[in-house]
């Protein structure tokens, strides 16, 4: 089992849909991380959060620490979110400074 | 400071061949990380340094690999002898640790693809 779970895999809205991205890991962390990636590669970080909610224009993502969740919003979305969204969790178990990645959302909104 | 570079974005090389590929990081992070990242998953850990010290090494690094940062500034990851199953994006990431402002949080380079022939 993948320490890092990414649902759906692939997600289709019309424009003007509310999305929402979940992310179930199963090591202690001490922060998350919501990631953006584009085609040909760049990857933008959305969110790091350790904790509650944060919210960025139309995107809002929260974490529930003892369900060992997250989950990413993105309300009245448009055909320029398309993209790949990752989860991450940077692991304070062991020396290690490192994320581990899911294996990423691809979402598609048609216009 | 524009952020994360890579170079180069994009590189074809036949299999057998040395390749290296350079990060540039955000000029006040001390820290930074290789990933690699194949189609259709997520980004895998090669190794991270804390200014010029590499601290950690992933089982995924093999002998063939060797990653640097000698002045603490940009790094460089070498790839020798490729082979096809190195084909894969390269990401560079870097974070200011133990700082002041938004610590851990990581900003990524464009990447650098890598196609072994």
């Known amino acids: 089992k993948n320490e890092v779970e990414q649902s759906p895999q692939n997600l289709t809205a019309q424009e003007g849909e509310f999305i929402t991205i979940n992310c179930s890991y199963s090591?202690?962390?001490?922060?998350l991380h919501w990631l953006q990636q584009h085609p040909g590669g760049g990857i933008v970080s959305l969110f790091m959060?350790?904790?509650g909610k944060k919210k960025h224009g139309r995107l809002i993502a929260t974490i529930n620490i003892q369900e060992k969740h997250s989950s990413l919003h993105i309300t009245a979305s448009h055909p320029r979110d398309s993209a790949v969204y990752i989860c991450a969790v940077l692991s304070h178990s062991g020396s290690a400074r490192q994320l581990t990645f899911g294996s990423g959302t691809q979402l598609t909104v048609l216009p | 400071d524009t952020g994360v570079s890579q170079d180069p974005r994009h590189k074809i090389t036949k299999r057998g061949q040395n390749v290296t590929f350079r990060c540039d990081p955000i000029?006040?992070?001390?820290?930074l990380y290789w990933y690699r990242q194949t189609l259709g998953q997520g980004p895998e850990f090669l190794t991270y340094f804390q200014n010029e010290a590499q601290l950690e090494k992933s089982r995924l690094l093999s002998d063939r690999f060797s990653a640097e940062r000698p002045k603490g500034s940009f790094s460089t990851l070498e790839i020798q002898r490729t082979e096809q199953g190195d084909s894969a994006m390269y990401l560079c990431a870097s974070s200011a640790f133990g700082g002041r402002g938004a610590a851990g949080e990581l900003f990524f380079g464009e990447g650098s693809r890598l196609t072994v022939l």
């Open positions: 000029s006040e992070h001390n820290r």
């Open positions: 090591v202690g962390i001490s922060a």
């Open positions: 959060l350790s904790s």
